[in-house]
Structures are given as C-alpha cells and as structure tokens.
Nanobody
Framework: QVQLVESGGGSVQAGGSLRLSCAAS????????MGWFRQAPGKEREGVSI????????YYAESAKGRFTISRDNTENTLYLQMNSLKPEDTAMYYC?????????????????????WGQGTQVTVSS
C-alpha cells in the first residue's frame, strides 16, 4: 500500500510559479510510475506529467510541455512538479498518483484509471 500526501498548492497570478510536492510512503516495489493529474470543476481528470522512478523517463501533456517539470527525489521519496508561467486554465485540483511500473510501460498510455494510489489533492488557482 502506498500513501501519498500532496502539498504546495495555492493562489497565484498568471505568469507566476508554484512547486507541488508529493510525499510517498509504503509500497513494496522498487519501481513505480508516479504522476501528477488535475481536475477542474466540471471536467474529467487529466494527466499532466508522469515519471518512471527507476529510469526517470518522463511524459508531459501538451499543456504542460515547456512550462512544467516533474522530478523525483528517491532519497526522500518525494515527487515534485515545478510549474512556471502559470495560466488561468491551469486552475484545478492537482493530484499525485502512483502505480507499479515496468521498463516497457508506455508512460503516454497511462490514463488516470490505471493508477492505483492517489493523494487527497492540492488546489491550484491562477488568476488573470
């Protein structure tokens, strides 16, 4: 069982930055896919970025490319999402998620439904 706790959300103006953190504990496997997802009111949950904790392969949604950076500190078991140049359309609840991963797992083919473990979410609000 993996426990995930997000932090770092908040309210910023457009163009600003935030850094989300996700502290992970538990788990029995040496390799996980960990990702950030977001859900705005009235919309489906969507993937933002995913990382393989073993080889640090990454995936970014088109909306995140060039602005967001996912990283993982394996010594502290913490996942990060650095978000720069934030836009009002980035406003959403952001969730950290994890699932077992393999070297052949295609990160760009992992929808939210395939992730087993979820945090409680942290709110990001970007004002114009």
């Amino acid at each position: 069982q993996v426990q995930l706790v997000e932090s770092g959300g908040g309210s910023v103006q457009a163009g600003g930055s935030l850094r989300l953190s996700c502290a992970a504990s538990g788990g029995t496997y040496s390799r996980y896919c960990m990702g950030w997802f977001r859900q705005a009111p009235g919309k489906e949950r969507e993937g933002v970025s995913i990382i393989d904790t073993a080889d640090h392969r990454t995936y970014y949604a088109e909306s995140a490319k060039g602005r967001f950076t996912i990283s993982r500190d394996n010594t502290e078991n913490t996942l990060y999402l650095q978000m720069n140049s934030l836009k009002p359309e980035d406003t959403a609840m952001y969730y950290c998620a994890a699932r077992r991963c393999f070297s052949y797992t295609s990160l760009d083919l992992l929808p939210p439904s395939l992730f087993e473990y979820w945090g409680q979410g942290t709110q990001v609000t970007v004002s114009s």
